[in-house]
């Protein structure tokens, strides 16, 4: 059910956002390759989330479908803080995701390194309101 949705989900998720942080970390190569895994451990990561946050928002009875609405929802029923930041997280991820383009890349990379903290305490947030 669900539930056992959510409690994967979480899973998931955990595992995602340590290889993210984990990569963002790394000194830049010359190669840039971290530079590339970074942003698709980010769009992973930001996908989870906005996964979870589907289900958790299904299991209080709420049905949305797009990633932004989610986040928006998310936000109104106090599953997520920051609405804004988190949208312009979802814009960086369909931008990196559409097309390539180096500038963009080094400038998302930066802000990779700023969005994890949120991932982080919104994690921690969401585990604290399941158990």
Not at 77 to 92: A, C, P, S, T
């Amino acid at each position: 059910m669900i539930e056992d949705k959510i409690k994967l989900d979480f899973l998931k998720l955990q595992q995602a956002l340590t290889a993210l942080e984990l990569m963002a970390s790394k000194p830049m190569q010359e190669d840039r390759g971290n530079i590339d895994a970074t942003i698709q451990r980010f769009e992973l990561t930001i996908d989870l989330f906005w996964k979870l946050l589907k289900h958790m928002l299904e299991f209080k009875g709420v049905d949305v479908q797009y990633p932004r609405d989610i986040l928006k929802e998310a936000y109104k029923g106090y599953l997520i803080d920051q609405e804004d930041q988190w949208l312009g997280m979802l814009k960086d991820r369909n931008l990196t995701s559409n097309t390539y383009d180096k500038q963009l890349a080094d400038v998302i990379f930066d802000r990779i390194k700023d969005y994890i903290p949120i991932f982080k305490s919104t994690l921690a947030k969401l585990q604290g309101l399941v158990d």
